[in-house]
């Protein structure tokens, strides 16, 4: 009961951090889909660096803040002393992690705006939804605490961002080339 609370406390605060993630995401996702279609591979670099630097300043700002005041802020939402303990170990650990999530969301949204959505799409239900039910019916039961259980969030993230970081350099090569080859025959014709 008092686990549920403090979730439920905590999760109101990181999902108001996490917008500024998924905000910064989308714009990098319009940015990266307009310099796809001018062919510049260039820029689509630079805007996916850019958000990825953005969104790690903008989180961890954010999630340092958080983590400082894990309990006052909870206590806007918890009632209960015991549910404002869970709610503040679960803040804690997700205010260290949300720049993993904001940079995830980067690459991945980098990724459907130069035509990989589908690869996207399932690069990130496997290891935000697949690897976490794997995770609880393996590691979890090795060591069963509310911690364990919040740690899949931020290990999934990271997995998932190291798959999203290199599809997307393989897809990089491949549109370089493409574009340079489309150039090299318009100035042929």
């Known amino acids: 009961e ?6 439920t406390a905590s999760s109101q605060i990181d999902g108001m951090i996490g917008i500024s993630g998924n905000s910064i995401a989308h714009a990098c996702m319009s940015f990266v889909s307009q310099n796809y279609g001018a062919k510049n591979v260039k820029r689509i670099k630079k805007v996916i660096f850019l958000s ?8 961890s700002f954010l999630g340092m803040v958080a983590f400082l005041f894990a309990k006052p802020l909870c206590s806007i939402f918890a009632q209960t002393e015991e549910a404002l303990e869970f709610a503040a170990v679960r803040l804690r650990l997700m205010c260290c992690s949300f720049g993993l999530c904001g940079c995830m969301e980067v690459v991945s949204y980098a990724l459907r705006a130069v035509g990989k959505s589908i ?24 060591n069963p605490t509310f911690l364990m259980i919040f740690i ?16 997307i350099a393989r897809v990089m090569t491949k549109l370089r ?3 340079e080859r489309d150039k090299n025959l318009k100035v042929v014709e």
């Open 2 to 7: 008092f686990a549920v609370a403090g979730n």
């Open 52 to 59: 990825i630097f953005v969104v790690l300043a903008i989180q």
């Open 119 to 142: 690869t996207s799409m399932l690069i990130s239900l496997f290891f935000v939804c697949v690897f976490r039910v794997i995770w609880i019916k393996t590691f979890y039961l090795l």
């Open 152 to 167: 899949s969030y931020p290990v999934s993230w990271l997995l998932c961002l190291i798959v999203d970081i290199i599809v």
């Open 177 to 179: 080339a493409s574009f």
